[in-house]
């Protein structure tokens, strides 16, 4: 289990969007507080990036994902805090709680924003939350000694889920050809400060599964599994979003048109999100090492809606 030391430098700066309040000591990759930001979606077009609807499409899959996906998140995690001891760690509970929530919520009003312009997303999302239900909910007909493994086997699979919304994460806050070409600057101020914290939060979930397990082998065959189920799920959700799209006629997403929007910098590539599954899986891997938080924090700064939200 690595210890808090080795988690600490570049902390300390995790309220710097409100000066005025004394930065707590936050570890690397753990939060400090939730930002409630904001949006008004009533100007965002259907297809937010200019001309391109694949590529909106692609990236409108997030909406669908994470409302339900995030809930279940923090169901997970709830249901672990009574057995984490590190106080660090527990003190970040609270605000990575309510940080996913927030996340849910912002993307779940964008949801509403695709059915009125006649974009229903729900036959999707019902279908969604029946499986991440089968997948990160209690299951109390399992023997009480297969319990504490259930419940690190959850662990597990959010951590490797939280590896790869780092990595979006990361992705979105340096990307500049979206901004270059028009793309809606409400979409891209919510998925860059829903980056900026998932980058912040990084290693949470990956210290609550090390404290409670700490098993390589359950973090390695639980990236296996999110990996397929998340290439899986993108696929059908973007092909739903396309096939339901009122302005399209029967496109679906190909593996050439997202190869072609990964070489002009409008999405991430195969490369980068099929080659952070085997750095998760080294021995020596730790969250802290994917990103800087004082980086994302930057943007949370300079953000239209984070740098005025409230703080809690
Ligand atoms: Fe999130
Ligand atoms: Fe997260």
Redesign the pocket.
């Known amino acids: 289990m690595s210890t808090p030391a080795t988690r600490v430098a570049g902390a300390a700066v995790a309220t710097e969007a409100r000066p005025q309040q004394k930065a707590p000591a936050v570890p690397e990759g753990y939060p400090a507080a939730r930002r409630r930001v904001q949006f008004d979606w009533e100007s965002t077009p259907l297809h937010w990036v200019p001309d391109d609807a694949f590529s909106t499409h692609v990236m409108n899959v997030l909406h669908l994902l994470?409302p339900t996906g995030?809930r279940w998140?923090v169901e997970v995690v709830n249901k672990a805090t009574p057995q984490v001891r590190d106080p660090e760690l527990l003190a970040a509970i609270k605000p990575f709680v309510r940080?996913?929530a927030w996340?849910?919520y912002a993307h779940q009003e964008v949801l509403k924003h695709l059915a009125a312009q006649g974009l229903d997303a729900k036959p999707f999302t019902e279908r969604l939350d029946r499986y991440f239900r089968a997948v990160l909910s209690d299951h109390p007909r399992l023997p009480a000694f297969l319990q504490p493994w259930w419940l690190n086997r959850r662990l597990a699979v959010v951590a490797a889920i939280e590896h790869f919304?780092c990595v979006l994460g990361k992705w979105i806050l340096e990307n500049e050809e979206l901004e270059r070409i028009g793309a809606d600057a409400s979409m891209l101020d919510l998925l860059r400060w829903?980056g900026a914290?998932?980058v912040e939060?990084r290693a949470l979930v990956w210290d609550v599964h090390d404290e409670l397990s700490g098993s390589h082998l359950q973090r390695v065959t639980a990236m296996l599994e999110v990996a397929v189920m998340l290439s899986l799920r993108w696929y059908q959700a973007a092909r739903f979003l396309m096939l339901n799209d009122p302005t399209l006629h029967g496109e679906k997403p190909t593996l050439r048109r997202w190869l072609r929007a990964a070489r002009e910098k409008r999405l991430p590539s195969p490369g980068l999100l099929y080659g952070a599954v085997p750095r998760y899986m080294r021995r020596r891997h730790h969250p802290s090492q994917e990103a800087t938080t004082a980086w994302a924090l930057q943007y949370l700064r300079r953000s239209p809606a984070a740098s005025v939200a409230q703080i809690d």
Do not use: W
Request: a negative charge; hydrophobic letters at 25%; zero cysteines.
């Open positions: 994470l995030e998140f940080q996913e996340h849910a919304t829903h914290e998932e939060h």
